[in-house]
């Protein structure tokens, strides 16, 4: 692809000689003569000055530097959506393999793709165009969208409910039993019944390993748009809302409520029946226990606002100096104070 019909696609400005030949995307330190990079971090400005790269995706008010530059508003997501001009994943043709299992009830849309070993449960409705690649199981009651694609072995329990565009990787698991056990008379641990389903919404990504709870009631649900990484856990009855990133190791308890906007970054925990307002930030292994207004970034654990955060672990860091200061200190004035005198008996007592 010729740099000026990459720059047409994208919608980019081209600074540079529309007529070289392209062939592919890399890093801005890898790339070489024939390839796209990009820069969206301020850090990596020096490199683009010296990248072999045949162009690189930059912000408009970037300066003028020797590769070629395409540029643009957002840079990343124009790099995304180069990486998909020259990558393309692997396509399934509609048709069901032989080896899978599919109950006579359950209803599948047109073109759709069912590889070996797919278990597909009674009345499930699975939408059209769907993907479901080897040792998938679809639990009886299940209800998909259109363009459901499903990695191989993951799994979606009893009538959950998934919408258009989701995608799940390996080893998910949709709505497994929530945590939820009360002690009888005995002393012993009872189980719970886990009666909700989950509800996953639009262009939901669920991302290898993780694991989504149904509700003890109600229904768990992940609103439209918002993606979760590997390895995360959302407690039984929790409410995600839209377009929200939940990062690897992440863990929410039961009933946790998780507004629009939001971010949690990787191993954030969530204490149960808490409420995280729309647009919270909380920053890598932060944890709370206590409703976080609309808007805030959180850190530490427990977690509080991240500017008295980062004061407090830069004091933190000075502690042992600060110590020997102070002891130093009390030596000084203790060197300096008179010495106690021994205090005068009176006559009373003489």
């Known amino acids: 692809m010729k740099l000026g019909e990459l720059a047409s696609k994208l919608g980019a400005e081209l600074r540079g000689d529309a007529d070289v030949e392209v062939t592919g995307v890399k890093g801005i330190e890898e790339a070489g003569p024939a390839e796209v990079t990009f820069v969206a971090n301020p850090r990596y400005t020096s490199l683009a000055r010296t990248t072999r790269a045949a162009a690189v995706l930059v912000e408009p008010e970037f300066p003028e530097i020797a590769a070629a530059t395409l540029r643009i508003k957002n840079p990343y997501l124009a790099f995304s959506r180069t990486l998909g001009l020259f990558y393309q994943p692997p396509s399934y043709a509609p048709g069901i393999h032989a080896t899978a299992a599919i109950d006579p009830t359950a209803e599948i849309g047109e073109g759709a793709h069912i590889g070996a070993y797919v278990v597909v449960g009674p009345h499930v409705q699975l939408g059209a165009h769907a993907t479901l690649l080897p040792h998938v199981v679809l639990y009886p009651g299940v209800k998909t969208g259109t363009h459901f694609f499903a990695h191989a072995h993951a799994v979606v329990r009893e009538n959950c409910q998934l919408g258009d565009h989701v995608t799940l990787e390996n080893g998910v698991i949709i709505g497994a039993d929530g945590f939820g056990f009360a002690k009888n008379e005995a002393g012993h641990w009872e189980k719970i019944p886990q009666s909700g389903p989950v509800r996953l919404g639009n262009r939901v990504d669920v991302q290898a390993n993780a694991c989504i709870d149904r509700a003890t009631v109600g229904a768990t649900e992940i609103g439209d748009g918002t993606k979760v990484d590997n390895l995360v856990q959302v407690g039984h009855g929790s409410k995600v809302g839209e377009n929200s990133l939940l990062c690897s190791q992440t863990g929410l308890a039961g009933s946790s409520v998780i507004g629009n906007n939001v971010i949690?970054?990787?191993?954030?925990?969530?204490?149960?029946?808490?409420?995280?307002?729309?647009?919270?930030?909380?920053?890598?292994?932060?944890?709370?226990?206590?409703?976080?207004?609309?808007?805030?970034?959180?850190?530490?654990?427990?977690?509080?606002?991240?500017?008295?955060?980062?004061?407090?672990?830069?004091?933190?860091?000075?502690?042992?100096?600060?110590?020997?200061?102070?002891?130093r200190l009390e030596k000084k004035v203790a060197a300096q104070s008179p010495p106690e005198q021994a205090p005068v008996e009176s006559e009373k007592e003489q």
């Open 264 to 327: 949690l970054a990787g191993q954030v925990g969530i204490a149960g029946h808490c409420t995280v307002g729309d647009g919270v930030i909380l920053t890598a292994q932060s944890a709370v226990s206590h409703d976080v207004p609309p808007g805030k970034m959180i850190s530490g654990s427990p977690g509080f606002d991240n500017r008295v955060w980062l004061r407090a672990v830069t004091i933190f860091q000075r502690l042992p100096e600060l110590l020997k200061r102070l002891d």
